[in-house]
C-alpha cells in the first residue's frame, strides 16, 4: 500500500512539471524572469507557512538544524527557481524539460559520494535504460552545440544539478522533522533571498500590463507545481531513496512534449514513442521486489 502511495505521489509531481513548463513559458513573456521568481517563492512561502501554523511550535531550536535547512533553501529553492526561470526564459520548454532528466544521474552520484547510497544492478540498469530513451529524444547524432538556446539549456542544467543535491541532502532532514516542517521554513528561507534578487524587476515592471490570464497561471503554479510538488517530494524523500524520486523526473518531457506541442506548436518528433517506452522501463525498473517472508522455524 505504501508503495502505490508513494508512486502516485510521484507521478503527480511530475503531472504538475510537465503542465508547469508550458505555463512558465507563456508567463514569462509577460512578466520577467526575476520578478517571478521572486513572486512565485514569496507566494508559496505565505501558503505554505500559513498552512502549517499549528506546526511552528514544533520547529528546530538548535543552530545547526537551522543551518542544515538554509543550506537545502540554497540548493532547493534560491539557486533552483532563479535558474530554472532564467534558463525557461532562454530554451523552449522540450529543451528544458529534457534537460532535467539529468537530475537522477547527478542525485545518484551525489548520494553515493555521501554513502547514502550504494550502486546495485537495477539502478545502474534504470539510469541506462531511461537514459538511452533521453539520447533518442535529444537526437544525439545532430546535436548542434551552437544552436542559439545553449545559453537557456546550460542554465538548467545547473538547476538540475541543483535539485540534485537538494533532494540528496534534504532525505535525512526530511525523516528527521517532516515535511510540514521543512518546507515551510525552506521556502521562507528562500523567499527572502529570492525578493532580494528580484527586486529591481520587481519595480520596474509595468503590473497594470499583466493579462488576467497570466495572473491565474500564476495562481496556478504557485498551488501546483510550487507547493503540491515541493510537498510532495519531501513527503516521498521520507519513504523511498532520494534517487528514486529524481528517476520520475523521466517523466517529465514524455508528459511536457505533447502539452508544448499542442498549446506552443513546437514540432513534436515520432521519437517520442520508442523514447517514452525506454523512459517508463526505466521507472519500472526503479521498483523494488517484494521480499519473500522467512519461513517459520
Given amino acids: 500500500m505504501r508503495f502505490d502511495r508513494v508512486t502516485l505521489a510521484l507521478l503527480t509531481v511530475q503531472l504538475l512539471f510537465a503542465i508547469h513548463y508550458v505555463a512558465a513559458k507563456h508567463l514569462l513573456e509577460h512578466i520577467p524572469p ?3 521568481a521572486a513572486l512565485r517563492v514569496t507566494g508559496a512561502a505565505a501558503i505554505m507557512l500559513a498552512f502549517t501554523r499549528h506546526d511552528w511550535p514544533r520547529w528546530p531550536r538548535s543552530r545547526r538544524m537551522w543551518a542544515r535547512l538554509a543550506l537545502l533553501s540554497v540548493f532547493g529553492v534560491i539557486v533552483n527557481q532563479i535558474l530554472f526561470v532564467e ?21 545518484l552520484l551525489v548520494a553515493v559520494l555521501l554513502r547514502q547510497e550504494h550502486f546495485d544492478r537495477r539502478k545502474v540498469a534504470a539510469v541506462a535504460v531511461a537514459l538511452t530513451g533521453v539520447l533518442i529524444l535529444l537526437r544525439v547524432e545532430d546535436f548542434d552545440p551552437s544552436a542559439g538556446t545553449v545559453q537557456g539549456d546550460l542554465l538548467t542544467l545547473a538547476n538540475a544539478s541543483s535539485f540534485s543535491v537538494f533532494l540528496v541532502l534534504s532525505r535525512p532532514v526530511a525523516r528527521e522533522l517532516g515535511a510540514r516542517i521543512v518546507t515551510p521554513i525552506v521556502f521562507g528561507i528562500g523567499a527572502i533571498a529570492i525578493t532580494l534578487f528580484g527586486l529591481p524587476s520587481l519595480v520596474s515592471t509595468n503590473w497594470s500590463a499583466v493579462p488576467p490570464l497570466v495572473w491565474l497561471l500564476a495562481v496556478v503554479i504557485v498551488l501546483g507545481p510550487t507547493v503540491g510538488t515541493y510537498a510532495l517530494n519531501v513527503w516521498a524523500l521520507r ?18 512534449a505533447p502539452l508544448s506541442a499542442w498549446l506552443l506548436d513546437e514540432p513534436l518528433s515520432l521519437r517520442l514513442i520508442p523514447a517514452a517506452a525506454l523512459v517508463f522501463l526505466g521507472v519500472a525498473l526503479t521498483r523494488r521486489r517484494p521480499t519473500r517472508p522467512t519461513p517459520a522455524t
Avoid at 87 to 107: D, E, F, K, Q
Avoid at 239 to 256: G, K, P, T, W
Fill in 34 to 36: 526575476p520578478a517571478w
Fill in 87 to 107: 534558463g525557461l526564459s532562454r530554451t523552449v520548454p522540450s529543451h528544458s524539460a529534457l534537460i532535467n532528466t539529468s537530475i537522477p544521474v547527478v542525485t
Fill in 239 to 256: 519513504r523511498v531513496e532520494s534517487s528514486r524520486v529524481a528517476l520520475f523526473v523521466y517523466l517529465q518531457f514524455v508528459l511536457a
